[in-house]
């Protein structure tokens, strides 16, 4: 790890304001991605602002029927919050299929949005990754590719978003609430917050240099049942082949979004659209244009099979 400087920040403008300062700087609270990156000097920021004392760590009702969410909410608070697991359990069950119980138990809300991809190619910095290093190529194309994406990649990258909790954010349309150096605010939909990889891989948000998530707002509840169901190779601390996000109402609408797949939570509004006639539909629908490799083909049946399992048991009961 290379040596950096490092401060406390005191209020959300400050810790902006102190990112503007330090071009290349970055914000770190539970550090569970972060200090691995900089161990490894994939990431070697020069100056680190501790944001753990801006207390962004409550859930509070907002007007309207929703929920604020602080950007330092941990991630086993969040999942065990009693608002969250009765009115949001899409969110409450992706968080607990994440990493394990001592990892969430330091993750933050904020975090896990910005969490970076697991691709072997990014962390291993002897190959050429156009993540890691813009214009270097990306190994993956042409490499292993068994987890990689099967929608949204581009010929510069095909790595897969890593994070569960942010398939469930997307599922349930939150904004993503963010301050500035200048103290300016704003509200980030999420589903305009992630972008595909083009060819600028390595900018993986929406995000300005500097600009800090302070919390996370969902929407009232939309009701009817919650599913997160995720496929992976071992039943704990494991990221998704491909995981499965819905909310399904009565009548057999609902909504869908997947894990695993794409570059980022892959949602799409002709899906949730296409969601009552079926899985096939809303599946053909979500992998229209898929671009699959002999290695990950298997993930457009698998994303099938869960979407079908997952309406089987909205049915029940």
């Known amino acids: 790890m290379k040596a950096f400087t490092y401060e406390r920040a005191r209020t959300p403008a ?13 914000f770190i609270a539970g550090g569970t991605n972060l200090l691995d990156l900089m161990k490894l000097e994939i990431e070697a920021p020069p ?42 359990a899409v969110l409450a069950r992706a968080l607990l299929a994440g990493a394990s119980a001592q990892l969430r138990n330091k993750a933050t809300t904020a975090g896990n949005l910005l969490q970076r991809t697991r691709c072997p190619y990014f962390y291993d910095t002897n190959l050429p990754c156009n993540k890691r290093v813009p214009g270097s190529g990306c190994s993956a194309i042409g490499g ?19 994070s569960d909790m942010a398939v469930a954010m997307q599922l349930l349309d939150a904004g993503v609430e963010t301050v500035r150096a200048n103290g300016s605010t704003r509200v980030i939909p999420i589903a305009d917050f992630y972008r595909l990889p083009g060819n600028t891989p390595h900018i993986e948000n929406t995000l300005v240099s500097g600009e800090l998530i302070t919390s996370v707002v969902l929407p009232r509840p939309l009701g009817g049942k919650h599913f997160y169901r995720k496929v992976r190779d071992r039943a704990s601390y494991a990221f998704a082949l491909v995981s499965v996000a819905a909310v399904v109402l009565p ?13 980022r939570p892959w949602r799409l509004p002709a899906a949730d659209a296409a969601l009552a006639r079926g899985a096939g539909a809303a599946s053909d629908t979500l992998l229209a244009g898929a671009k699959t490799t002999s290695e990950n083909a298997y993930k457009v049946p698998l994303v099938r099979r869960t979407l079908e399992s997952v309406l089987v048991d909205a049915k029940k009961g």
């Open 144 to 162: 292993y590719t068994r987890n990689h994406a099967i929608v949204g990649q581009s010929d510069a990258c095909i790595a897969t978003h890593p």
């Open 251 to 263: 009548d057999g609408s609902g909504r869908v979004a997947l894990g695993g797949v794409a570059h």
């Open 47 to 88: 100056h680190l602002i501790d944001v753990n004392g801006l207390k962004l760590d409550r859930i509070e009702a907002v007007e309207g029927g929703g929920l604020r969410i602080g950007a330092l909410v941990r991630n086993t608070d969040l999942a065990s919050d009693p608002r969250v697991r009765r009115d949001y």
């Open 14 to 26: 400050e810790a902006a304001a102190a990112a503007e300062r330090h071009p290349g700087s970055r």
